[in-house]
């Protein structure tokens, strides 16, 4: 059985939901799946698992949250070349750079982005969890 991490920051409970609805779609699809905030993941962990779906909402300057996300993520960039990975979250303004930009620097480590990622406005409608839902199968392959 594939196991598989969501591994998410939230502010508001948007990216939350959508974790949420990443791991329901990994279950569907008869994965095992671990759910659990950034400070509770750490790049020796990657390994650990046959991928991975990380969310984090735009912040400031749409740009990832930058006190607990980011530096998590910086630590797993080099463990992710060939890794099983789609990225997902929530923004309030702004026109999706940050997801832009996050997909380049997962491409640049050699990540397989095995999905388009998930983004919404706020919080996730019915189309953004069904999206959610589709990226956590997704990563089951």
Not at 1 to 13: E, L
């Amino acid at each position: 059985m594939s196991k598989i991490a969501v591994v998410f920051w939230s502010g508001t409970g948007n990216t939350e939901a959508m974790a949420n609805a990443v791991a329901e779609g990994v279950k569907s699809a008869g994965a095992e799946v671990s759910v659990m905030v950034c400070t509770d993941f750490s790049s020796e962990q990657v390994k650990d698992f046959d991928a991975i779906a990380f969310g984090c909402p735009a912040m400031g300057n749409e740009v990832l949250e930058e006190y607990d996300f980011q530096p998590m993520f910086d630590t797993c960039v080099s463990a992710l070349s060939g890794k099983r990975i789609a990225l997902f979250g929530s923004y309030g303004w702004g026109n999706g750079e940050w997801m832009s930009n996050w997909e380049n620097v997962c491409g640049e480590a050699g990540a397989n982005l095995v999905c388009e990622s998930v983004t919404c406005l706020e919080a996730p409608d019915n189309a953004a969890v069904e999206a959610c839902r589709a990226l956590g199968a997704a990563l089951v392959g």
